[in-house]
């Protein structure tokens, strides 16, 4: 579980990251799968953050496993509680035995360009904030 922790303590600092299927203080990670983290972000499609990934040699997959071959949204992502507005923002990243630190910290620094970028391209994260601000 150490790679998946540390993971999961990394990725939570990028602005509008949700790791999903976790109490709010991750206090329940060793109960999950040791070797999946599912995310979603906020205002970013998940085919776009797949394919940016990919071009940059990290290869991940978009939405639940129990989905992947399927067009329409996930009803394992809705059962575990993801909101509907990031139900087409989720990724999973895999994790093995030989994943190391140095790959995590390349991946959340990767993670974190890609994401900042494409929201400054995109009005969706402004929308998805303004719905998030009504909600308080």
Same mark, same amino acid.
């Given at each position: 579980?150490?790679?998946?922790?540390?993971?999961?303590?990394?990725?939570?600092?990028?602005?509008?990251?949700?790791? +999903?299927?976790?109490?709010?203080?991750?206090?329940?990670?060793?109960?999950?799968?040791?070797?999946?983290?599912?995310?979603?972000?906020?205002?970013?499609?998940?085919?776009?953050?797949?394919?940016?990934?990919?071009?940059?040699?990290?290869?991940?997959?978009?939405?639940?496993?129990?989905?992947? +071959?399927?067009?329409?949204?996930?009803?394992?992502?809705?059962?575990?509680?993801?909101?509907?507005?990031?139900?087409?923002?989720?990724?999973?990243?895999?994790?093995?035995?030989?994943?190391?630190?140095?790959?995590?910290?390349?991946?959340?620094?990767?993670?974190?360009?890609?994401?900042? +970028?494409?929201?400054?391209?995109?009005?969706?994260?402004?929308?998805?904030?303004?719905?998030?601000?009504?909600?308080?």
């Amino acid at each position: 579980y150490t790679i998946k922790e540390y993971f999961v303590e990394n990725v939570q600092k990028i602005e509008g990251i949700q790791v +999903n299927g976790l109490l709010p203080d991750a206090s329940d990670i060793r109960g999950t799968a040791p070797h999946v983290v599912s995310v979603s972000i906020a205002g970013v499609r998940s085919e776009v953050v797949l394919h940016a990934l990919e071009d940059r040699g990290i290869y991940i997959s978009a939405g639940s496993a129990c989905a992947s +071959n399927k067009p329409q949204t996930s009803a394992t992502l809705k059962a575990i509680g993801v909101e509907k507005d990031l139900l087409d923002s989720t990724i999973r990243f895999s994790f093995s035995m030989f994943t190391t630190k140095e790959e995590i910290d390349f991946t959340i620094d990767q993670l974190k360009a890609i994401v900042e +970028n494409l929201r400054n391209m995109s009005p969706l994260y402004e929308d998805f904030v303004k719905k998030q601000n009504k909600k308080k």
